[in-house]
């Protein structure tokens, strides 16, 4: 079978790398892709928003039998119902479901209505009103821009000052654009946060290896939220009891959920979750694939990726019988200097000879009169296997030693936490 993947980042990258280990997958399309994903597939310079253009080039390739939907704006703005609707395969989520990553609002709304653990909160469209109760709140608290912001939409505040600047910046001066017209003010959750991707088929769900996220862009958890700047797969504070804990009281609710509103959930379902004193809660779903995360889940996914995705939109995940290796798995980002804020591009980059073991991810790179060049924040996942984390963690940093750009920096502490 041939296959198109929609996207351009290090997600894509993964998932284009996992699907051409397939002996079942001839050719991989990528749209657009990006300098290392075009060294197994075909990138083709269509942007992931440009739908008429997607649905013109898959009508056109009839040997496209699935298209893979990674990002979560063409999700939410409704790629999927546009290709189906068009008589094309494809895996993600409708509209209508992939608006639980879309909107927090709504997410809120599920959960508090469907009794799933969260955050307490509160919703604000109206500017008055949210800095009146940020004037008179208990801090710390978290501020949330209510649609898509590129995972920087969350702002932790520690102060009032600091919760009234949030507020202006999403609401008055749109720093999120459209996506911070509404804005949710919730409480500071205290814990360990783990991230849990989901296969989901509308009515089987079967959860992934857990992976730990490192938000923030400096060691020691310091700076401004990223995308993300690391993460690693196992994490010993995700125990079966607390697995059994999290699928229990909010995995199978939310797929419960989401179908009792109409709005089945066919593709992955990412769980971004807090263990705090009082069990696990919901921080964020995601409607698709992490990113970072999704570096080091499809690396330890021994069952071939296509059967799955093929198992999803047909509905028959329950006859999948998914394996997953025992190794650990570290991915550490370099990023371009001044990243998550302003930073420049093009900049050339030398990779130096790297064990086989070693996965380079391209997160955002591209190629210019035939070099390899910098077209992004996040510019490479530096992804490492071992037996257990520490020795999957020296292999990733002795490899970064090897990689070289103007302005690069990464965090140094990936994989330290539990």
């Known amino acids: 079978m041939n296959v198109l993947v929609i996207g351009s980042g290090g997600r894509e990258h993964t998932i284009c790398w996992s699907l051409a280990k397939s002996p079942k997958v001839d050719k991989i399309y990528c749209l657009p892709g990006n300098g290392g994903i075009s060294k197994i597939a ?3 310079p ?9 649905i013109d080039f898959v009508d056109s ?3 496209i039998e699935l298209t893979v939907v990674a990002p979560d704006d063409p999700l939410a703005a409704g790629l999927v119902d546009r290709l189906e609707a068009a008589g094309h395969r494809a895996f993600g989520p409708r509209a209508n479901a992939a608006i639980i990553e879309a909107s927090k609002a709504f997410s809120k709304y599920l959960m508090k209505k469907y009794g799933i653990p969260t955050a307490r909160y509160e919703e604000f469209s109206d500017y008055d009103k949210a800095v009146e109760y940020l004037a008179k709140a208990k801090y710390p608290l978290v501020v949330k821009a209510d649609g898509l912001a590129l995972g920087k939409g969350v702002i932790i505040c520690n102060t009032r000052e600091e919760g009234l600047q949030a507020a ?10 459209d996506a911070g017209k509404t804005v949710i003010v919730e409480e500071f959750m205290v814990g360990q946060e783990v991230s849990i991707l989901s296969f989901c088929d509308g009515k089987t769900i079967v959860p992934m290896v857990n992976a730990r996220d490192h938000k923030r862009a400096y060691d020691g958890d310091k700076g401004l939220n990223t995308g993300g700047m690391g993460t690693f797969s196992p994490s010993a504070i995700y125990t079966s009891e607390v697995e059994k804990e999290v ?6 609710p939310t797929v419960e959920a989401m179908n009792k509103e109409g709005r ?5 379902l990412y769980f971004g979750l807090m263990l705090t004193d009082e069990g696990a809660k919901v921080v964020e779903y ?4 992490g990113d970072p995360e ?10 071939d990726l296509a059967d799955i995705f093929n198992a999803v939109v047909d509905g028959q995940l329950d006859k999948i019988d998914i394996q997953w290796s025992d190794e650990a798995c570290v991915c550490v980002v370099m990023a371009s200097g001044g990243y998550p804020e302003s930073y420049e591009k093009g900049k050339e980059i030398t990779i130096g000879e790297l064990p086989d073991d070693v996965l380079l991810f391209h997160a955002g790179t591209a190629v210019k009169d035939g070099k390899l060049v910098t077209s992004g924040g996040r510019v490479l996942g530096v992804t490492a296997m071992g037996k257990d984390i520490a020795e999957a963690r020296k292999k990733a940093y002795a490899a970064v030693k090897n990689i070289s750009f103007d302005g690069a920096f990464c965090r140094s502490d990936i994989g330290i936490k539990k």
């Open 46 to 54: 269509i942007s992931v928003m440009d739908f008429d253009a997607i």
């Open 294 to 303: 999704t570096q080091v889940v499809l690396p330890r996914l021994k069952t």
């Open 61 to 63: 390739h009839k040997d």
């Open 286 to 289: 995601n409607a698709r694939f």
């Open 247 to 252: 699928l229990d009281n909010i995995i199978l």
């Open 42 to 44: 075909q990138c083709v």
């Open 264 to 268: 089945t959930f066919k593709g992955v």
């Open 168 to 177: 202006k910046d999403m609401m008055i001066d749109s720093k999120f654009k």
